[in-house]
Structures are given as structure tokens and as C-alpha cells.
């Protein structure tokens, strides 16, 4: 027995990572032989030689790559993330002032830039009276530090301001992805309905073209994508992905969701095997705090659940993307969420009847610039609600449910999750174990840990 450990000390490209694995395959040559093929062919030149005639996409699959994205709005952000395999960190706007951040302005007119600018003038300007009002209302205990204490009511000003930041504003996120992953989300991407995320996805498709020119990011989409040419001809093939990212990416179903939703219908639902569950309902039941239900049990468990969100908070519940979280389209045709009125009222009443007014002028406003549905994205805020339908084999919806329900998480999804587990224990509770927090108060000076420092030197 043997055991290596390869990484960019090793081998630096990606690509000759890949072929290393792929090389298994095709020889019972030691990895310590292939590596003396990489220093004598040059890393440059090794998958050129190598990979003619294998003939499998899965050799993308074991090159990974990090792709910085900067200066992007949230929504792009979003669809870039929109993929079930994505990895990565996005700038947190419950933690960072955003501020100073641009903004996306597809429409480029007087009138969008006043809806822009009024919206960032009251996020800007409420800031000073919602942090003196959260020290008022949780003054600091003895015993808490204060710079912590300090940065959990920072945290909390921007969790309750960041819902009148309109959707335009700029964000960072990094994709760390395999060479096949981000070639079959390209291929996607490049149809966006947006024009922005089309952009982004040609940028990012050249700069992978430009460091991995071996992987095909320069070819035809069909190309990029894995697809070969065969009987039907890549035109079909590139006809159809056309079709789905046009008509796809935002689904009309989302208005069904919705209906049911305030229609008081049943929002949650399950699918039950007992047959197969009965041998493991007693691991299920004896589950301990933190233990994780085997993967192997979404085959006899699903739950789905339909609710309203903000988007501040969708993008969270999105990032768990082992089950299935449409993308919905951004409008404000279903109302502002309450939570942030209510926590301004609490505070300020003054605040709270500028918020109201500015939420309705803001809506006329950005009706009457005329523009397309996906542009009109752009200038709806964060704190806009959107249906939301969430789907999760029984592994999922329990980490889920347990990790989104403690109080370092956004109030407007915990109150979701907590519902979400009250149906859940209703319907199963007899046989799983679930582990959540449904303390109501929703204040943790913890929040003031969370960062990232420069430890000391020893």
C-alpha cells in the first residue's frame, strides 16, 4: 500500500491533475511514474499529449479551479450559484456596509438612477438611528466584550437594513468548480435572459480559455459542453439548451407556488416508504445533535415545502444545493416582508413611515420606466418577498431544517424553518429525530464573533 498526497506544490495545472487520474485508467503505472512524465513534458504540453482519444468528459472532472468573481450584481451572483454542484463564498450583506458599493443600472436612464440613488439614501441614512435604537433595546451585559458586542449590532442594523438595498447592487463571490462542472454551467449561463450574466459567463469562459487552453473553454459552446458532433448536428442540440435558459431560468410555476401559499393550501408535503424506511427507523429516531442522516435514506424519504421569502434571506436557503431551490423571478407583486417593518417600527417609528412610503413610491417608480421583467430585477429591493419552493431527500431537509433554524440565521428564514419543522413534526416526528432551536428571540451577541481576523504572533 501507497499513499500520496497531490497538490499546486506538485503539480500546478489543473489539467495535469486531471490526467494524472485519468491516467489510471489506461495504465498500472505508479502516479510517481506519470509525475516524471509531467517534469519531463512540461506541464504545458502534458494533457495536449495524453488526452487525444480518451474520450470521456469525466476526466474534467478531477481538475479543479477557483474563478474570482468581482463587481457583479447580487443577481448574477445568484445565477452563477444556481447549480447543484457550486462551491464557493459570496460578501455578506448582514455583515459588510454596502454602501459604497456600485450599482447595476441596466435601464441607464435619470429616472432609474432615482430609484437607485433613494433607496441607497435610506439605507445610508436610517443606519445612525437603528444602531443607537438595537443598543437601547439590547444594551451590552456584563461581561461581553465590547468590540463583539459592537459588531453583533452592526450585523444586526444590516440585517434589518440590507432589505431596502435594490437587487442591482454590486457583490463578490469565488467559484471554486471542476473544468467539467464549469463548462456544462457555462454552456447555460451564455443563454442567461440576462444580458449581465451572459457577460459575465463570456468572461469567465475566455479566462478559463486563457489558463486551461486544453479543455476546450475556446471551442463552440456545443464544444465547451462535451458535445461531439454526430447525426442530429450540434445546431439541435444548441437550439434546445437555447430554449431551456430562456425559458427556464425564472419558471412560471412560481405564480402556482404563490397561489397556494396565501391561499392557505398546504404548503408542506411528503412522500413516505415505510417498507423501506422500517429497518432504520430506529437509527432515525436515536440520532444524536450534529449526527448526519446517511445519504442513502433520500431514497425512502422526500419533503417539499412552498413559502414566501425575502431575497435577502432566498439567498441563503438557495446555497444548500443538495435537493432542489428554483430560482424564482424578482418582482414586488408579493409585498415587502413584514419582519423588517416590524423591527423598524420597534425602533423608529419615524423610520417606520418613510419605509412604507418609499416601498410604495419605489414600486410606481420602477413600474413606469417600462422596461423588460428581467431588467425591472434591478431595482427591486432585497427585502421584496418571492415564492419559494424547496425540495429535499430526508438527509437534507433535516440538516437543513436544524442548521437554518439557530440564531445566527437571518430571522426572515428562521421563522420559515421554524414553521417548516413544526409541519415536519407533525407529519414525522415520530420517526425521525430533529434537533432544532425554536427559541423565539432572535438576538446572539455571538453574532459579534463571527468574523475573520489576524490571529497574534506566538
Same mark, same amino acid.
Given at each position: 500500500?501507497?499513499?500520496?498526497?497531490?497538490?499546486?506544490?506538485?503539480?500546478?495545472?489543473?489539467? @495535469?491533475?486531471?490526467?494524472? !487520474?485519468?491516467?489510471?485508467?489506461?495504465?498500472?503505472?505508479?502516479?510517481?511514474? &506519470?509525475?516524471?512524465?509531467?517534469?519531463?513534458?512540461?506541464?504545458?504540453?502534458?494533457?495536449?499529449?495524453?488526452?487525444?482519444?480518451?474520450?470521456?468528459?469525466?476526466?474534467? @472532472?478531477? =481538475?479543479?479551479?477557483?474563478?474570482?468573481? #468581482?463587481?457583479?450584481?447580487?443577481?448574477?451572483?445568484?445565477?452563477?450559484?444556481?447549480?447543484?454542484?457550486?462551491?464557493?463564498?459570496?460578501?455578506?450583506?448582514?455583515?459588510?456596509?454596502?454602501?459604497?458599493?456600485?450599482?447595476?443600472?441596466?435601464?441607464?436612464?435619470?429616472?432609474?438612477?432615482?430609484?437607485?440613488?433613494?433607496?441607497? /439614501?435610506?439605507?445610508?441614512?436610517?443606519? =445612525?438611528?437603528?444602531?443607537?435604537?438595537?443598543?437601547?433595546?439590547?444594551?451590552?451585559?456584563?461581561? &461581553?466584550?465590547?468590540?463583539?458586542?459592537?459588531?453583533?449590532?452592526?450585523?444586526?442594523?444590516?440585517?434589518?437594513?440590507?432589505?431596502?438595498?435594490?437587487?442591482?447592487?454590486?457583490?463578490?463571490?469565488?467559484?471554486?468548480?471542476?473544468? +467539467?462542472? $464549469?463548462?456544462? %454551467?457555462?454552456?447555460?449561463?451564455?443563454? %442567461?435572459?440576462?444580458?449581465?450574466?451572459?457577460?459575465? $459567463?463570456?468572461?469567465?469562459?475566455?479566462?478559463?480559455?486563457?489558463?486551461?487552453?486544453?479543455?476546450?473553454?475556446?471551442?463552440? !459552446?456545443?464544444?465547451? $459542453?462535451?458535445?461531439?458532433?454526430?447525426?442530429?448536428? &450540434? @445546431?439541435?442540440?444548441?437550439?434546445?439548451?437555447?430554449?431551456?435558459?430562456?425559458?427556464?431560468?425564472?419558471?412560471?410555476?412560481?405564480?402556482?407556488?404563490?397561489? /397556494?401559499?396565501?391561499?392557505?393550501?398546504?404548503?408542506?408535503?411528503?412522500?413516505?416508504?415505510?417498507?423501506?424506511?422500517?429497518?432504520?427507523? #430506529?437509527?432515525?429516531?436515536?440520532?444524536?445533535?450534529?449526527?448526519?442522516?446517511?445519504?442513502?435514506?433520500?431514497?425512502?424519504?422526500?419533503?417539499?415545502?412552498?413559502?414566501?421569502?425575502?431575497?435577502?434571506?432566498?439567498?441563503?436557503? &438557495?446555497?444548500?444545493?443538495?435537493?432542489?431551490?428554483?430560482?424564482?423571478?424578482?418582482?414586488?407583486? %408579493? =409585498?415587502?416582508?413584514?419582519?423588517?417593518?416590524?423591527?423598524?417600527?420597534?425602533?423608529?417609528?419615524?423610520?417606520?413611515?418613510?419605509?412604507?412610503?418609499?416601498? $410604495?413610491?419605489?414600486?410606481?417608480?420602477?413600474?413606469?420606466?417600462?422596461?423588460?421583467?428581467?431588467? #425591472?430585477?434591478?431595482?427591486?429591493?432585497? =427585502?421584496?418577498?418571492?415564492?419559494?419552493?424547496?425540495?429535499?431527500?430526508?438527509?437534507?431537509?433535516?440538516?437543513?431544517?436544524?442548521?437554518?433554524?439557530?440564531?445566527?440565521? %437571518?430571522?426572515?428564514? +428562521?421563522?420559515?424553518?421554524?414553521?417548516?419543522?413544526?409541519?415536519?413534526?407533525?407529519?414525522?416526528?415520530?420517526?425521525?429525530?430533529?434537533?432544532?432551536?425554536?427559541?423565539?428571540?432572535?438576538?446572539?451577541?455571538?453574532?459579534?464573533?463571527?468574523?475573520?481576523?489576524?490571529?497574534?504572533?506566538?
Amino acid at each position: 500500500m501507497k499513499i500520496k498526497v497531490i497538490d499546486g506544490r506538485d503539480v500546478a495545472n489543473p489539467e @495535469d491533475v486531471a490526467m494524472l !487520474q485519468a491516467l489510471y485508467s489506461r495504465s498500472a503505472l505508479s502516479v510517481d511514474d &506519470q509525475l516524471a512524465k509531467v517534469d519531463k513534458t512540461g506541464s504545458a504540453r502534458f494533457m495536449d499529449n495524453y488526452v487525444v482519444g480518451y474520450g470521456h468528459k469525466s476526466i474534467a @472532472d478531477c =481538475g479543479t479551479t477557483t474563478v474570482f468573481i #468581482e463587481g457583479v450584481s447580487t443577481l448574477a451572483a445568484k445565477a452563477i450559484q444556481d447549480w447543484p454542484l457550486y462551491s464557493g463564498q459570496e460578501t455578506s450583506t448582514r455583515y459588510i456596509d454596502m454602501s459604497r458599493q456600485p450599482i447595476v443600472d441596466p435601464a441607464g436612464s435619470a429616472a432609474s438612477v432615482a430609484i437607485l440613488n433613494r433607496w441607497m /439614501e435610506f439605507y445610508v441614512g436610517a443606519q =445612525g438611528k437603528v444602531t443607537s435604537a438595537i443598543r437601547e433595546r439590547h444594551p451590552r451585559l456584563e461581561g &461581553q466584550e465590547e468590540n463583539v458586542y459592537e459588531r453583533a449590532v452592526k450585523a444586526r442594523t444590516f440585517d434589518i437594513l440590507r432589505a431596502f438595498l435594490p437587487a442591482g447592487i454590486t457583490t463578490q463571490l469565488s467559484w471554486h468548480t471542476n473544468l +467539467r462542472q $464549469a463548462s456544462d %454551467h457555462l454552456v447555460l449561463l451564455m443563454d %442567461h435572459p440576462s444580458m449581465e450574466v451572459r457577460q459575465v $459567463a463570456d468572461w469567465v469562459r475566455r479566462a478559463l480559455e486563457v489558463k486551461y487552453p486544453a479543455s476546450g473553454f475556446g471551442e463552440s !459552446q456545443a464544444s465547451v $459542453a462535451g458535445i461531439g458532433k454526430d447525426s442530429s448536428g &450540434q @445546431d439541435a442540440r444548441r437550439a434546445w439548451e437555447k430554449m431551456v435558459a430562456e425559458h427556464a431560468t425564472y419558471p412560471a410555476a412560481f405564480d402556482e407556488v404563490y397561489k /397556494e401559499v396565501v391561499s392557505g393550501r398546504p404548503v408542506f408535503q411528503y412522500v413516505y416508504n415505510r417498507d423501506r424506511a422500517r429497518p432504520f427507523e #430506529e437509527v432515525m429516531k436515536s440520532r444524536p445533535r450534529g449526527a448526519i442522516l446517511p445519504h442513502f435514506m433520500s431514497d425512502f424519504c422526500y419533503v417539499s415545502y412552498n413559502f414566501l421569502l425575502d431575497f435577502g434571506s432566498f439567498r441563503d436557503i &438557495q446555497r444548500h444545493r443538495n435537493g432542489v431551490c428554483r430560482m424564482p423571478m424578482l418582482t414586488s407583486s %408579493h =409585498g415587502f416582508e413584514p419582519w423588517y417593518l416590524e423591527e423598524l417600527g420597534r425602533l423608529d417609528e419615524s423610520l417606520l413611515g418613510r419605509a412604507k412610503a418609499l416601498i $410604495a413610491e419605489q414600486k410606481l417608480a420602477t413600474e413606469a420606466l417600462h422596461i423588460d421583467y428581467v431588467s #425591472e430585477q434591478y431595482y427591486v429591493p432585497l =427585502g421584496a418577498r418571492v415564492p419559494v419552493r424547496v425540495t429535499y431527500g430526508l438527509p437534507a431537509a433535516v440538516y437543513v431544517m436544524e442548521l437554518r433554524s439557530g440564531k445566527m440565521v %437571518h430571522p426572515t428564514l +428562521r421563522r420559515a424553518m421554524h414553521k417548516m419543522a413544526k409541519e415536519f413534526q407533525v407529519a414525522l416526528g415520530d420517526k425521525v429525530a430533529l434537533h432544532v432551536d425554536l427559541d423565539s428571540s432572535d438576538w446572539d451577541v455571538r453574532r459579534g464573533t463571527q468574523t475573520i481576523t489576524v490571529k497574534a504572533a506566538p
